[in-house]
């Protein structure tokens, strides 16, 4: 098996695809990798395939010359398959890196056949350079995706870095030393919240020393956020208004962030920010966290069973 990178068979810029679908905390841990990739292929023309919620932010990553939505396509949508399948094939991959690894990600391998395939990485059958480690699931995402680029010849993966995707948060006028509060999830795994009663109590904690508290979240959180400014009149309400380069700005400028195990706390964290992770017994830290130089897990089978003084003591004040 070789390990070399990939040269087009017609002389031209070899061509590589990076897949990283979803959902937002891979996609910002897949960042690290894709600094890796670019940089063992210098001088390839990278495409990255990914979903509609993260082509504009991938489209400011200097990892990728294009970017690529698959529409997320239905496996019974034959017609959208084939679009794709042309798509795929048209642009004569020399290699494939698919950084999802899920069945549809590697369907991709068997849907740009019969005939020549690309050199792929990942877990498809059939791929040329297999990610085979039996430990695979039971690895933090970072080191999953470290190990099987090794498999694929490069060595040296750095940590995901996100100042790209930084913007200017000024025109939320907000004062400093502020703290993020990001009390959402996905809204169908409500064991993974904080109760927002706690995270209101904490907000009112934070306002009585002097830190701003700061709520950040999407539009089908806006109901935590109004919740927790009823409870705490000097809150920042900002959910539902936010870009995914402000989180990461905001990130760069607050003083703590506190969240749950949801998406944009990996925004926050990649930005800087110190961080206290919430978990609850529906998720492991071990395999997902985000990781920076001042971040704090805390974990309860029920997150009802976490106190707000614990929490509160991570953060700081004084």
């Known amino acids: 098996m070789s390990q070399a990178a990939p040269v087009a068979r017609d002389g031209a810029r070899p061509r590589i695809l990076v897949i990283k679908l979803g959902a937002l905390g891979d996609f910002v841990q897949a960042m690290g990798p894709a600094a890796a990739i670019r940089a063992h292929h210098r001088d390839a023309e990278i495409t990255l395939l990914t979903t509609p919620p993260f082509v504009e932010l991938a489209g ?20 959208a398959l084939l679009g794709l399948r042309h798509r795929l094939r048209a642009a ?16 991709y391998l068997r849907l740009i056949g019969p005939g020549p395939r690309p050199e792929w990485s990942g877990i498809a059958r059939g791929a040329s350079h297999p990610h085979a480690n039996r430990e695979r699931d039971r690895m933090h995402t970072l080191e999953r995706q470290a190990d099987q680029l090794r498999d694929a010849g490069i060595i040296s993966v750095p940590a995901p870095d996100l100042a790209w995707a930084r913007r200017d948060i000024a025109r939320f006028a907000l004062p400093p030393g502020f703290v993020l509060l990001v009390p959402g999830g996905a809204a169908h795994r409500p064991e993974k919240r904080w109760p ?3 995270y209101a109590a904490l907000a009112r904690r934070l306002a009585a020393r002097g830190a701003a508290p700061v709520i950040i979240g999407g539009t089908d959180e806006a109901s935590l956020g109004r919740r927790i400014k009823a409870a705490c009149a000097a809150a920042f309400d900002l959910t539902g208004q936010t870009s995914f380069g402000e989180v990461v700005g905001l990130g760069a400028a607050a003083r703590h962030a506190v969240g749950n195990d949801t998406g944009p706390m990996h925004l926050v964290v990649a930005g800087g920010s110190p961080a206290t992770l919430l978990y609850s017994s529906a998720s492991d830290p071990a395999l997902t966290q985000p990781r920076g130089p001042a971040v704090t897990v805390l974990r309860r089978a029920r997150l009802a069973e976490l106190g707000v003084d614990e929490v509160a003591a991570t953060i700081g004040l004084g």
């Not at 991959?93 to 899920?102: H, K, P």
């Open 196 to 198: 927002v009663e706690h």
């Open 92 to 107: 004569r991959f020399a290699r494939v890196y698919d950084l999802q690894t899920s069945q549809r990600s590697s369907f």
């Open 60 to 79: 400011d990553a200097p990892y990728f010359d294009r970017v690529w939505s698959d529409g997320r396509p239905r496996m019974g949508d034959l017609a």
